[in-house]
C-alpha cells in the first residue's frame, strides 16, 4: 500500500504486505531528515534518518528515500506487521536553522490481518 | 530504563493556574528540546537547551511559558495563567551533539488539559 501524504493521512494494508509512507518537505535548504513512529499515547519513537548528501537508506525492515528534486520522502517498511500500526511522522532540519526540527502532519498506519 | 522520562505523565488543571513539567534526559545527552503536538498534528518546536543556555526559542513560547535547564541536565517547563488553548501533549527530547547528523529521543510526554 501506498500514502500520497498529507492528501491521505490513513494508510492501510495487509499484514505481511509492504507499505510505503509519503511525506513532501517544505523547505530545500534543509539537510536532515527523520522518521518517527508514534504510537497512542506515547511520545515519538525514532525510525531512521538520512543526511541530504544521500538517497537511500537502509535499516532493519525499513528503507528511507530521499529525492531533493521534488522534495519528496518515503518510508518503506517490508512486511508490514501489526505492531506497525501507528502514526508515522517525517521531520526536516533546516541548515543553519538551529537543530529544532519541522514535523509533517502525519501519516496513520493502520495493519490489517 | 535509561531512555527520556516526563513527569508528570498527565496534568488536569483550571484556567489561570500554574503548572510546572519536568524531562530528565538520556544522561549524557548535552542537548534538551522542548515540544508541543496538539491532537492529530505533528509536534512543533518550543526551545531547546545546549547545557544549561537556552539557544532558541521559538514564537509559539509566550511571556507565559518558561524554560530552564539549571545544571545542565533535567529542565522544566512552567506555564504561568494557563488557558484552554494551552491543553497539548508537551514533549521533550535529547540528543548528544557529535558531528552533524544528531538524532533527538523523545520522552514519552506529559498530557495537559486545562478546564
Request: glycine fraction near 10%; aromatic fraction near 10%.
Amino acid at each position: 500500500g501506498e500514502s500520497v501524504g498529507l492528501h491521505l493521512p490513513t494508510l492501510s494494508v495487509q499484514e505481511g504486505d509492504n507499505s510505503i509512507i509519503n511525506c513532501a518537505y517544505s523547505n530545500s535548504a534543509s539537510d536532515y531528515f527523520i522518521w518517527y513512529k508514534q504510537e497512542s499515547g506515547k511520545g515519538p519513537q525514532f525510525i531512521i534518518d538520512i543526511r541530504s548528501n544521500m538517497d537511500k537508506r537502509q535499516g532493519q525492515r525499513v528503507t528511507v528515500l530521499l529525492n531533493k528534486t521534488v522534495k519528496h520522502l518515503s518510508l518503506q517498511i517490508a512486511a508490514t506487521q501489526p505492531g506497525d500500526s501507528a502514526v508515522y511522522f517525517c521531520a526536516e532540519r533546516l541548515t543553519g536553522g538551529g537543530n529544532k526540527l519541522t514535523f509533517g502532519t502525519g501519516t496513520q498506519l493502520k495493519v490489517e490481518l | 530504563d535509561t531512555g527520556v522520562s516526563q513527569d508528570p505523565r498527565h496534568k488536569i488543571t483550571k484556567r489561570g493556574q500554574n503548572v510546572t513539567f519536568r524531562c530528565d534526559p538520556i544522561s549524557e545527552h548535552n542537548r534538551l528540546y522542548w515540544y508541543r503536538q496538539t491532537l492529530g498534528q505533528g509536534p512543533e518546536f518550543l526551545t531547546y537547551f545546549q547545557n544549561e543556555a537556552q539557544l532558541e526559542k521559538s514564537r509559539l513560547l509566550s511571556d507565559r511559558f518558561s524554560a530552564e535547564r539549571p545544571k545542565g541536565s533535567f529542565s522544566t517547563l512552567e506555564i504561568q495563567r494557563t488557558e484552554q488553548g494551552d491543553s497539548a501533549m508537551y514533549l521533550c527530547a535529547s540528543s548528544l551533539r557529535e558531528g552533524r547528523q544528531e538524532t533527538q529521543y523523545f520522552g514519552p510526554g506529559t498530557r495537559l488539559l486545562v478546564l
